[in-house]
Nanobody, 125 residues
Framework: QLQLMESGGGSVLPGGSLTLSCKVS???????AAWLRQFPGKKLEGVAT????????SYVDSVKGRFTISKDNARNIMYLQMDNLKPEDTAMYYC???????????????????WGPGTQVTVSA
């Protein structure tokens, strides 16, 4: 039974950087891992995904070139490095996991059955 816990959120000025971490415990087998976010208006969006072996990543268009997802498989910690943050990145960020069946990991939030409690990221001048 996977359990996830995020850390590293906070408030930052536009153009600033933050690194989110997600500790994954109770790991059993291979899984897709993702960062999801929920905007203040409640829209939910997949931000980035990473494959079980960390060899394949994907990003939503709005964060390409600014965010980097990575995973330390030995320590079961996933990261989201966020650079050049914009006010429109303000959201609650969740790390999430889903069983992997061999296909590329999806960005669709609803396929992820296990979520952490979330960490708030606020980008504002």
């Amino acid at each position: 039974q996977l359990q996830l816990m995020e850390s590293g959120g906070g408030s930052v000025l536009p153009g600033g950087s933050l690194t989110l971490s997600c500790k994954v415990s109770g790991s059993a087998g291979h899984y897709c891992a993702a960062w999801l976010r929920q905007f203040p208006g409640k829209k939910l969006e997949g931000v980035a995904t990473i494959s079980p072996g960390s060899s394949i990543t994907s990003y939503v268009d709005s964060v390409k070139g600014r965010f980097t997802i990575s995973k330390d498989n030995a320590r079961n910690i996933m990261y989201l490095q966020m650079d050049n943050l914009k006010p429109e990145d303000t959201a609650m960020y969740y790390c999430a996991a889903a069983g992997w069946g061999g296909a590329p990991c999806s960005q669709h939030p609803l396929i992820y059955a296990k979520w952490g409690p979330g960490t708030q990221v606020t980008v504002s001048a």
